[in-house]
């Protein structure tokens, strides 16, 4: 029944380690984001796809590499994670056939990355 | 630069009063703008849109506004209930992405 889901919902590891946060949606959508949500709660895009493809890279570290396999899935992965990653991570899907990137998005649970 | 700003961190209010909620933006076009709800460990979720050519948009107990020249979004929420309780964020679509604003917390007392 779930709309949007990620994994893990809870992540801790140390610096300098490399993770994945995985993400998929059943809603039939072509278009996919992921967002970071910092301790004073802004919402700031970091990627968005459609159908696979590359639409927005909001000036994110190249330590962060988001990859879609198919247009239901957009996992996230970051090397040699730093203190400064610790955060609330959140995939969204949206219609948007174009990509756009401004329809009504829906949100997964967040990924709470905690970096030691 | 581009600024979005809600006008207070935390509204607190009595159950059955209306809460208002203010958005305000600089140097952004939207076509369109967005409200979203986020309860605590939670993803946001989506309740209204309203378009730049309309003024105001309504659903049950919320209300939207929009005034481009204003440049600005006024979020009202009628008849409030406790289980209003949350962060509101508006949104703006331009550049093929939504930017949020900081969020207002709402407390509704009973």
């Known amino acids: 029944d779930t709309a949007v889901s990620q994994t893990p919902k809870y992540l801790v590891t140390q610096m300098g380690n490399d993770k994945s946060i995985k993400c998929e949606q059943n809603?039939?959508?072509?278009?996919m984001y992921w967002y970071k949500q910092d301790s004073k709660k802004f919402l700031k895009i970091m990627f968005s796809y459609n159908n696979k493809e590359l639409i927005i890279n909001e000036t994110v570290p190249n330590r962060f590499s988001p990859k879609s396999p198919d247009k239901a899935h957009l996992n996230l992965h970051i090397n040699s994670l730093e203190l400064g990653d610790s955060a609330v991570y959140f995939c969204?899907?949206?219609?948007?056939?174009?990509?756009?990137?401004?329809?009504?998005?829906?949100f997964g649970p967040g990924t709470r990355l905690t970096v030691l | 630069s581009q600024k979005i700003e809600q006008n207070s961190e935390a509204l607190n209010i009595q159950e059955g009063k209306t809460a208002t909620l203010t958005c305000n933006y600089t140097?952004?076009?939207?076509?369109?703008l967005q409200w979203y709800r986020q309860d605590p460990g939670r993803g946001p979720v989506f309740l209204l849109l309203?378009?730049?050519?309309?003024k105001e948009k309504r659903k049950e107990r919320l209300k939207v506004t929009f005034d481009t020249t204003l440049k600005q979004s006024l979020f009202h929420i009628t008849a409030s209930q406790p289980a209003d309780s949350a962060t509101y964020l508006c949104a703006l679509g331009s550049d093929y992405k939504l930017s949020f604003g900081a969020g207002t917390t709402v407390t509704v007392r009973a």
């Open positions: 809603l039939g959508h072509d278009t």
């Open positions: 309203i378009r730049e050519n309309e």
């Open positions: 140097n952004y076009s939207p076509a369109y």
């Open positions: 969204a899907s949206s219609q948007d056939p174009a990509g756009v990137g401004t329809d009504t998005q829906y």
